[in-house]
C-alpha cells in the first residue's frame, strides 16, 4: 500500500489545455508590421547608398576639373605670363595647346570657370581660381573652387 501512494506522487500532473489554433490576429499584425518595418529600412539603406555613390562620383569628378583648370593655366602661363589677363574664363585646347575660350567651359554638366587677378601693382603675381558648379541632384547643386597663386618665375 505504500507503494501505490507513492507512485500517485511521482506520476506528473497533466493539465487539460485546449489545442492551439495557430497564431492569433495580435500576432499575425505584430509579425507583419515588423516585417514591413525591416524592409523599409533595408530598401531606404540601399537607395541612400546609391545616391553618396553618384554625389561622391560627382564631386571627384569635379575636383579633377578644377585642378585640370589650374593645371592649364600653369601651361598657358609657361608659354607666356603676358597670356594672363585679369577676367573670367573658359579652357579649350587649340593644336594640342590649352587656350583660353569665352567665359566659362562646359563638360558632362559641369560647367568650370577660370578667374584671373593681379595680386601686387607691379602684375608679376596672379591669382587663380578655378570654379566648377554642377547639378549633384535634383534639389541641389555642387562647386568646387581651387586657387592658387602663380608669379612670373622667367623675371
Do not use: C, H
Not at 500517485?8 to 490576429?25: A, E, I
Amino acid at each position: 500500500m505504500n507503494l501505490k501512494f507513492l507512485n500517485l506522487f511521482l506520476q506528473p500532473t497533466r493539465y487539460n489545455l485546449p489545442p492551439s489554433r495557430g497564431f492569433s490576429v495580435v500576432e499575425i499584425l505584430l509579425a507583419g508590421s515588423l516585417l514591413v518595418v525591416i524592409v523599409t529600412a533595408f530598401v531606404g539603406a540601399v537607395i541612400y547608398g546609391q545616391e553618396s555613390t553618384v554625389v561622391a562620383g560627382g564631386r571627384a569628378r569635379a575636383a579633377f576639373l578644377a585642378e585640370e583648370g589650374i593645371e592649364a593655366v600653369r601651361n598657358i602661363r609657361d608659354e607666356s605670363f603676358s597670356n594672363l589677363a585679369d577676367g573670367t574664363y573658359g579652357l579649350a585646347v587649340s593644336n594640342y595647346q590649352w587656350i583660353f575660350s569665352g567665359s566659362s567651359d562646359t563638360t558632362d554638366g559641369f560647367v568650370r570657370q577660370i578667374n584671373i587677378s593681379t595680386i601686387d601693382a607691379s602684375s608679376t603675381r596672379k591669382i587663380i581660381t578655378s570654379n566648377v558648379t554642377w547639378q549633384e541632384t535634383a534639389q541641389r547643386s555642387g562647386t568646387i573652387t581651387l586657387t592658387e597663386r602663380l608669379t612670373n618665375w622667367r623675371q
